[in-house]
Each structure stands twice: as C-alpha cells, then as structure tokens.
C-alpha cells in the first residue's frame, strides 16, 4: 500500500499490455512479438494525451525513433479496438479486452513490456463503508493473479475465444442477505 495526499492506494493487480489488430493484419503473420519498429508508419490508433498509458506509449515510441501514423486518440480501451477493427489499425490497450466469438480482432504480445497496476483508493484513517469493503474484496479475489501469470508476457490469443475456465469463490453477498438484510 502507497500512501499520498490523504489516501491510500492499494495495488490490487497488474495487467500486461498487448497490441490489438485486425485478424487479417500482415502483423498477425510475423510469429512473434511485435517490437516498436514493426509500427512505423501503421495506422495507429492511440489513447488522449493526458493518459498515463498514452504518455508510456510516447515514451516507448521516442526511445525506439519509431514515427506512427496517428489517426485518432480515444478514451477507452473498447474504443480503440472498435476504430482498430473498422479502419484496419493497430493499437496498443494496457488490459487485453475480451469480446465475443465474433471478434476480428487478435491481441498479440510486444516488447518492450509495458504493465498497468489497477489500484484501489481509501482515504487514510477512514475505514470503508460495509459496502465499499465488500465490493473491494471482491475486486482483490476477482482480479488478483498469481505472481507467474503477471511476470510472463501472454501468448498471442485469438479475442473473443473463452479463457480458461478459472475456479473462484462465488461473488459476495452485495444484498446482506447473509447479515439479515440490509443495513
């Protein structure tokens, strides 16, 4: 847990980048990650200028002289994959979106790695209301992964194929039921 300015920031998980193209992309046939240069010139799809993951992104580019073809910055990772997959664009989305089966769109691994920590904010010395607590157990056993799975880069994957079926706990009572009804 980070403390700053009067809250606590709680890191509860840390996701891997990856860069989303069109199935029938020319990039989807290379084999394997893809590195900055093989985007020079692309097609790029990119986040607003005052994301935190778009200034990683600048910076990734600039270290590797590599020039992309910017043609629209979005606020959202659906965002990006939908003007990806219409103009036959590339982009590069901090958490891999998962679609349906229908997607045309393939998420493929690059290097360098770039990860994004997904966080929980608390005011320090306050504790939760029983439903923001509740909801924040939930997002740790949700979303926390094993120390290998955040220290490997994923494999290219198909989106829209189901991930592997995982066991998890079933989602906390956000009725109070269990407590004898709400509060």
Avoid: W
Avoid at 94 to 100: I, S
């Amino acid at each position: 847990t980070v403390q700053t300015n009067g809250l606590d920031a709680e890191s509860i998980a840390t996701r891997l980048a990856v860069a989303v193209v069109p199935l029938k992309h020319p990039l989807t046939r290379l084999g394997r990650a893809l590195k900055p240069k093989d985007f020079a010139g692309a097609c790029f799809i990119s986040f607003m200028p005052n994301a935190e993951f778009r200034r990683q992104l600048d910076r990734m580019f600039a270290d590797a002289r590599v020039e992309r073809d910017l043609r629209y910055e979005v606020r959202t990772t659906a965002a990006a994959c939908e003007m990806a997959s219409a103009l036959n664009a590339i982009t590069i989305v901090p958490v891999a979106p998962q679609f349906g089966p229908a997607a045309l769109l393939r998420a493929l691994p690059f290097r360098p790695v770039l990860s994004s920590d997904i966080v929980l904010l608390k005011q320090r010395h306050r504790a939760l209301p029983p439903t923001a607590e509740t909801f924040a157990a939930f997002a740790r056993q949700r979303l926390s992964c094993p120390k290998d799975q955040t220290s490997q880069h994923p494999r290219a994957a198909t989106l829209g194929v189901p991930p592997k079926k995982v066991r998890t706990a079933p989602p906390p009572d956000l009725h109070g039921t269990s407590r004898g009804g709400l509060r």
